[in-house]
Each structure stands twice: as structure tokens, then as C-alpha cells.
């Protein structure tokens, strides 16, 4: 560790002296970024313009850096509504005044209205807060999150500029005597010009967007994320924000307020992902190289979403690169990468990535002697095509595989497998209606492997998943954003299988019978727009289940708990025959008002039903847990929540603050008996009961975008409990409520980058929580010779708080400006004072004297360290 800081300490001091050979490019860039920091606002300059331009060497103060960029030159600027600075030719102007003039002095000019779309090259999807600018009247506008803009213009010939980040900057010639319609299609920036800095998040999004709760992570902010064992992480990423947490080290999925890790849904180019981690949630199967953005609904969930009660984190996957072929990839200690993107012809793109991890020899140096005889690994690929049939016709197929194993201590490993595919066709059907037509498909499959000798076997389950969906949008002028479609999902669980491996082992071959499932939904969602200031939208879903056979669904005597005892009755289903159907309405209200551009106030209130379940009687969930569909005696959960927000924007929306309170009432969830049996179980029914909870919460975020230090603070308050009562057959915690696995009141993250030269960046993250509750022993009995052990109420005790610090630093190589070839290297320490958090406390009988002592297992115990060589090329 001794050299790594040493090396880290060397680099530091040397990266002055090589940054004073970047030329006037780089510097203009670092300029920009200062200027954004003091001011909030943002410059577009052209391509073409920046040689043209005065680039002084130093610019005091900095926030007379646009008359400073055109000091001396043919060009000008203007604001548009203090959020951004376009740099153009003065002659535009000049020309149009001159023009006006020249004018009679009696002829007034109509205006007229120019409405348009801006879209970009990828599956022509809409571009929220593109830059629609006409130099010559020196005016702008910003398109929504539709993709719309409108402005009125007087009649006259005019150049329109077209931009949003990362993309080729269009000019337009218009010609304004009468109403104008556009369709604009934005192209990949060929050089990826860093310097135009229109973001396709308007700066104010946060305050006047319509939906609490809803985070949106472009590729470009997850790179700005420290890379946690050595990759930038999706998942572990929004684990960093407030109202997201994990349970421990070494558990899979995540849990949003209050709710179970099945209770999100997680899509990938709108494939459903039943289990999102590799290596037990150490990585998540989301590569950095296939990602475009990801985007969580935590709070209000739109209409087009349903079957889960939390959240929603949808991640979009890039489309390759229309012009030019791209490389890249990661080399590291832990686990290495690479891909490529880019066209196969005129209207084709390709992308391909793939990835895999070799973590065992940092295993074998964790002071845990069952992890260090443990062998892990996995791999994974991603593959997506784009094909333009015409203008209006696009279609994209996106495939990712992925497997692991993982095998603890000598005699048990683990094995799961993801596949998923899904087809999109888009479409335009006249100037209004947009199409967006989903054919999905997701597949699971997960093993236990007992490996002791004569007790060899593998116990298998598995979800086969279909869909299709469609999804019909209205851009006109009357009823612009409206929403409507219709779902169908099909679902094949495999509850389980045993299967010996060798002939003369004692295990015997059991068999449960799958089962299966038809839901579908339709939905309408319209946005509402009372006012500038206040607007929101409102959203109406209806899902119906059914779950069908062949299945045998066991009767038992009525009046009675439900136990193998009381069984009287076997019915028979066949093929296809519905069994039990469930159904229902789910509304959902989001509305925002907005006191300025920099202050508003939100909230929502949305219904969700859930008809599958993951089955896990331990505190986390891991990969091979087991997932059950509803039926005649599980039937869906349900929710309830509302959310209350106040945004606020400071020093020219470079802050960003708020404060969000939920309340979620779950008037219907799956709880399990004590000592509950759910693998190979005949009759499952009898260990699963019917509960209610409730949960409830604050969660406040400060944020700084932009300049050399930059990051955030968040703090979560939330409580999470649940109640199973005599009605259910079965009482827990005397009919009390009890606290859930996941309820930690208290979790603190600290999020921190700093860039104090171009090429050399630092960041570090720190989280603070609860532990997690847990049930303890309340006393010891000794029954005719033998050591019983008596539990408390269920999670009345709690393991000790969590807390972790991880480092990490980025540095650039350097290159020349015209360069084809990039590269970085990324060092990081996860767990850098190596805290030996407990991930679960248990209890064993002691050799000496039988009486069971407790001990506290530590997944992670000592900092890893990781280095990973990024690079790219074209």
C-alpha cells in the first residue's frame, strides 16, 4: 500500500509540468469549465468557430470570458435566459438590421409560430433541453422533456442553430411566412467536442420537472463517479443516493424506501432483470461500455411501468457510433473489459462489449477462513444493432448474456445464468403519433451445487419470461405528451428440482411442478398544465393476472390454519385453465409548482400491485433465492405512496438542494412462518402468510455540479415495519409490528471529486447506517439432554452500524488534440480502513461446552485495493 501513495504522491507533483504542454484547445476548455462554475452559465460555440475566436492565456475575471473570446474578432454573443452563451458570426445580425431598415417604416410583419421536434440518431428517441437558437434576433429556446420547443418568430429568412451535448450542431435555414412545423434529427459529434456544453439535463431540471423522485444519470455523470473496485458501477451508483440502500456486503439487489429488493423493477432496453448483480452484489451486470443513462422513479412511477411496488430503474443501452469505428476497454486486477461500436453500413450500427472477473486471488488474502478457500467468477456480453428502414421506421435488437459461479468454503457453490433479449420497432404515423412496439424476453436460471462426497446434487429453479408491449405518444399542439398502451406478460417459474449427481449418492430426486402466468395492462397517461408555474401529470393503470395451469392446487380443511396436517383435497388444473385471477386500478398524480426558475414544490401519490414474489426467509436476498407467482392463496401486494418534495436551485443552479418526505402504506404483503421452509416444498402455501406494513421517511440532498470540487451530501431518515396477525392463521411478534429485515433508520453518504488539474482527479465516498435488525436468542433449555435455543420476537435486536470509506484517483494520459487514441488509468481502495462490518450475527454450540456463543461474520474485512487501464480508440 506503502508504494501505491508514494506513486499516487509522484504523479501529483508531475502532472504540473506536463499539463504546461496542452495546447490553447485544452486550455480553452478548462476556461469554459470556470466560467460555468462562477456563473451558472453555459457557452455554445460552434465546431467551425473556435479557430476564429480570440483565446486569450488568462481571463481575470473569469466571468468576462465571452467578451474576451470575441475581443478583436468578427463575432458576438448573447444570453438566453441566464442559462446560456452562444457565440456567432456578428454578420448574422448585422445583416438582419440592415435588412430591417431597409424596410418601409409603415410595414409591420406578422409572426408566426415555429413548433418543432429535435430527436437524435438513436432509435430517433426525443432530446430534452437541446438549444433551438437564432442568432440574427438574438432569442433562444429549449426544448422539454418531450423534445418540444416552441417559438414565435416574425416573417423573414432566418439561420437557426440546433445542439444538445455530444452531438453534431444542425443549421437550419428558415424561411417564416407562415406556420412552420420541424423534425430535427441530431447526429453523434464525430470529434466528440467537449466544448459545446449544451447538456441534454437542463440545468433546472431538478426544480422543474414534474416527477419527485426521479434521478436521470447520463454515461458522462457515472464516469464522474468514484469507480468502485475499479469500474464505474450503475447500481452501486444509485446506492449512493438518498432512499436507496443495501443491506450488507454481500447481498444482491437494492431496497428503496421501505421496500424488499423484489419490489423494484429493473429493465434493461425494456427486459425485465430478475437478479442485477455479479459476485453475491459486488458488481452489477450493467457494463459501463453498453450503458447510455439510467433512470430511477422512486417516488411517482409513470403510467408505462407496472408489476413492482418501489421503484423503477430503467437502464438504456448505447447505440453504436453513425460515422466512424470506436474501441475500448479496461484492463484491471479484478476484472477487464472491451468493446467496440460503430456503423455497418449507411443505416446500420453495431455495439459489442464484453467483460470478465478473475477476483480470487483477493479473496485468498480475506481473513475469513471460508472465503479464503471460496472461488468466484463470471462474464458477460451485450450486443445491440440499429437498423433506419426509413425516416420514420427504426428498429433495434439489444442481447446480453451473462453467468457466474461461486463457490464457498469446500462443499457448496452456486452457479446463475441471465439472458435477455428484446426487439423495438419505432415509428411515426403522420406528423403526431409516435409508436414504440417492445418484444421482450428474460430468462434466469440459478444452481446450488453440493459438492460433499456421496451427497453430490444440484438444486435448480428458473423464471422464462415474454413480453410485448406498445406504447402510443400524441406530440401535437392541443394534447402534446400524452401517453397510452397496452402490455402482455407471460411467465414460466421453474419452483425447483433436485437432482442427484452420481448414482451412489443419498440424495433423492424431487421434482416441484412449475408454474405459470398471464398478465396484462393497459394504461393513459396525460400531462396536465394548469399554468407556467403549476403543471404535473396524471397517469391511470389497469393490470389483470392470471395464474393458469397445469398445476395441482391442494385443498385444506376449511376453518383451519393452513399445515401439510390439514390437507382434505388435490384439484387438478389442465393446460392453460385459469386457476385464480387478480386485478385492479393504479392511479398515479405527480404535480409540481414552481415559485421561480430555482425554487419549486412537488408531490405525488401512485397505486402499485405486484404479482410476483421473491422467497427469502434470511435478512438478504442473494442469487438463488426463489421467485413465486400469485395464486389461489398469494395474492398480490400492494401499495400505497405518497411523496412531498421542496427543490431549490442556488448561486445560478450550481447548488442543488431538497428535501423529500414519503409516507408508503402496504396494506397487503408476503411474510413467512418461523422456521419457514421454501425450497422443495410440496406445499409452500403453508409457510407463507399474508401481512401489512408501512414505511415512511425524509430524505435530503445537497448537490454542487459544477467547478474542481464538486459531489453531495445526503441523509436518509426512514423506517420500515411489517405486521402478521392472527388473521392470517399465524401470529409474529404476538400480532405486533415488527421492524423489516432492511429497516436503518439512519444512512449518511458523502460523495466528493476533485479535479484540481485537467488530467489528475481524486474522489472519495462515505456511507454511514444503522445496522440492520436481527432476532436473538432469548434464552437456552436443556429437553431430556438436549440444548434447546429460544428466539426472541422476530428483529426486536440489531447488528452494529455499518460504515466504509473507499479512495479513488483518475488520471488522464496525455494526448495530442487531433489524437485517435485515448487513455486513463483508474487506482481505487474499497473499504480503505479496512472496517469489519458485520454482515450477519449467528450462534454455534462451542467444542468445550455445547452452549451456543454468537459470532459475527465479516464478508469484507480488510481494503482492496484495484488498478484499471481504461482506454479508447478510433
Do not use: C
Request: no cysteine.
Amino acid at each position: 500500500m506503502k508504494y501505491l501513495i508514494v506513486f499516487l504522491l509522484l504523479v501529483s507533483f508531475a502532472t504540473p509540468s506536463l499539463a504546461q504542454n496542452e495546447d490553447s484547445f485544452l486550455r480553452l476548455k478548462l476556461q469554459l469549465e470556470q466560467y460555468t462554475s462562477q456563473t451558472g452559465k453555459r457557452i455554445l460555440i460552434l465546431d467551425k468557430d473556435i479557430s476564429l475566436l480570440n483565446q486569450p492565456e488568462q481571463v481575470v475575471p473569469i466571468t468576462s470570458l465571452p467578451d474576451q473570446l470575441i475581443q478583436g474578432t468578427a463575432y458576438s454573443f448573447f444570453e438566453f435566459n441566464q442559462k446560456y452563451v452562444v457565440i456567432y458570426p456578428s454578420s448574422l445580425r448585422e445583416d438582419y438590421m440592415v435588412a430591417q431598415e431597409s424596410a418601409a417604416v409603415n410595414t409591420e410583419k406578422k409572426s408566426y409560430p415555429i413548433n418543432g421536434i429535435i430527436r437524435d440518431n438513436e432509435m430517433r428517441t426525443t432530446i430534452a433541453g437541446a438549444l433551438f437558437s437564432i442568432p440574427q434576433l438574438e432569442t433562444a429556446t429549449q426544448t422539454d422533456d418531450k423534445g418540444r420547443f416552441e417559438l414565435p418568430l416574425p416573417e423573414g429568412t432566418y439561420i437557426a442553430y440546433v445542439s444538445s451535448m455530444g452531438k453534431e450542431t444542425e443549421r437550419r435555414i428558415l424561411k417564416v411566412y407562415g406556420d412552420v412545423s420541424l423534425d430535427i434529427t441530431l447526429f453523434e459529434s464525430v470529434r466528440e467536442l467537449d466544448l459545446v456544453t449544451v447538456s441534454d439535463r437542463a440545468i433546472d431540471a431538478n426544480v422543474m420537472s414534474t416527477l419527485p423522485g426521479a434521478t436521470r444519470m447520463p454515461l458522462e455523470d457515472l464516469k464522474l463517479l468514484p469507480p468502485l473496485l475499479g469500474e464505474v458501477d450503475v447500481v452501486k451508483s444509485i446506492m449512493l443516493l438518498p432512499g436507496v440502500s443495501t443491506v450488507g456486503e454481500g447481498a444482491s439487489g437494492f431496497n428503496v424506501r421501505g421496500g424488499g429488493v423484489d419490489q423494484n423493477l429493473i429493465l434493461m432496453d425494456g427486459a425485465p432483470v430478475f437478479n442485477s448483480s455479479h459476485m453475491f452484489g459486488f458488481f452489477s451486470i450493467f457494463n459501463q461500455d453498453a450503458i447510455k443513462d439510467a433512470e430511477l422513479f422512486k417516488g411517482d412511477i409513470p403510467a408505462q411501468y407496472g408489476g413492482r411496488m418501489s421503484s423503477v430503474l430503467a437502464i438504456n443501452t448505447r447505440a453504436g457510433d453513425t460515422e466512424n469505428w470506436y474501441f475500448g476497454g479496461g484492463i484491471g486486477f479484478l476484472s477487464s473489459r472491451l468493446g467496440a461500436h460503430g456503423p455497418i453500413g449507411e443505416r446500420t450500427q453495431l455495439m459489442v462489449t464484453a467483460r470478465a472477473a478473475y477476483p480470487n486471488w483477493i479473496l485468498q488474502r480475506i481473513p475469513n477462513p471460508q472465503i479464503v478457500n471460496s472461488k468466484t467468477e463470471f462474464q458477460d456480453a451485450n450486443l445491440r444493432i440499429d437498423h433506419r428502414i426509413n425516416d420514420r421506421n427504426t428498429v433495434m435488437l439489444s442481447l446480453y448474456s451473462s453467468s457466474d459461479y461461486f463457490r464457498f468454503g469446500a462443499d457448496t457453490a452456486y452457479s446463475w445464468r441471465t439472458n435477455l433479449a428484446s426487439l423495438k420497432w419505432n415509428s411515426y404515423f403522420g406528423e403526431k403519433i409516435g409508436s414504440e412496439l417492445t418484444m421482450a424476453y428474460s430468462g434466469y436460471r440459478n444452481s446450488i451445487l453440493g459438492e460433499t462426497l456421496n451427497n453430490e446434487f444440484d438444486l435448480r429453479s428458473s423464471i422464462n419470461y415474454l413480453s410485448i408491449q406498445q406504447q402510443l405518444s400524441w406530440e401535437g399542439e392541443k394534447w402534446e405528451g400524452i401517453e397510452a398502451g397496452y402490455q402482455i406478460n407471460h411467465y414460466r417459474m421453474g419452483m425447483g428440482d433436485l437432482i442427484p449427481l452420481r448414482e451412489e449418492t443419498l440424495i433423492n430426486p424431487v421434482t416441484i411442478p412449475d408454474e405459470q402466468a398471464i398478465e396484462g395492462a393497459a394504461y393513459l397517461q396525460v400531462p396536465l398544465k394548469f399554468s407556467e408555474k403549476l403543471q404535473g401529470q396524471a397517469g391511470l393503470r389497469y393490470s389483470h393476472f392470471a395464474a393458469i395451469g397445469p398445476r395441482s392446487v391442494y385443498q385444506y380443511e376449511e376453518g383451519e390454519p393452513r399445515t401439510p396436517g390439514s390437507l382434505v383435497d388435490t384439484l387438478q388444473f389442465s393446460s392453460g385453465e385459469v386457476i385464480r385471477q387478480y386485478g385492479g386500478f393504479e392511479p398515479r398524480l405527480a404535480l409540481r409548482y414552481a415559485f421561480s426558475d430555482e425554487f419549486s414544490i412537488k408531490g405525488s401519490v401512485n397505486r402499485n400491485l405486484q404479482y410476483l414474489h421473491l422467497l427469502t426467509n434470511n435478512f438478504a436476498s442473494a442469487p438463488v433465492d426463489l421467485w413465486k407467482l400469485s395464486d389461489s392463496y398469494l395474492g398480490p401486494q400492494e401499495s400505497w405512496q405518497y411523496a412531498m418534495g421542496l427543490y431549490r436551485n442556488l448561486k445560478q443552479n450550481t447548488i442543488e438542494a431538497s428535501l423529500e418526505l414519503y409516507y408508503k402504506d402496504m396494506p397487503r404483503i408476503v411474510e413467512y412462518r418461523d422456521g419457514a421452509k421454501l425450497f422443495l416444498n410440496p406445499t409452500l402455501e403453508t409457510d407463507l402468510v399474508i401481512g401489512e406494513g408501512y414505511a415512511y421517511g425524509s430524505e435530503f440532498l445537497l448537490r454542487k455540479n459544477t467547478g474542481k470540487l464538486n459531489g453531495w451530501v445526503s441523509y436518509t431518515f426512514s423506517r420500515s415495519y411489517r405486521k402478521v396477525d392472527s388473521q392470517s392463521g399465524t401470529e409474529i411478534n404476538q400480532g405486533n409490528y415488527f421492524p423489516s429485515n432492511w429497516d436503518q433508520p439512519h444512512d449518511l453518504t458523502i460523495v466528493s471529486s476533485y479535479q484540481p488539474i485537467r488530467r489528475v482527479s481524486f474522489n472519495v465516498t462515505f456511507n454511514y447506517r444503522t445496522g440492520r435488525p436481527i432476532t436473538l436468542p432469548s434464552g437456552i433449555y436443556d429437553v431430556g439432554g438436549n440444548l434447546v435455543i429460544d428466539y426472541q420476537e422476530r428483529n426486536q435486536a440489531r447488528i452494529p452500524d455499518y460504515h466504509r470509506m473507499d479512495l479513488g484517483m483518475t488520471y488522464y494520459f496525455y494526448q495530442k488534440k487531433n489524437s485517435k487514441y485515448k487513455s486513463h488509468v483508474t487506482f481505487s481502495v474499497y473499504n480503505v480502513y479496512a472496517r469489519r462490518n458485520a454482515f450477519s450475527w449467528f450462534f454455534q454450540p462451542s467444542p468445550e461446552s455445547g452452549i451456543p456463543k454468537s459470532y459475527r461474520l465479516a464478508v469484507i474485512g480488510t481494503a482492496i485495493p484495484s488498478v484499471t487501464y481504461n482506454f479508447s480508440f478510433r
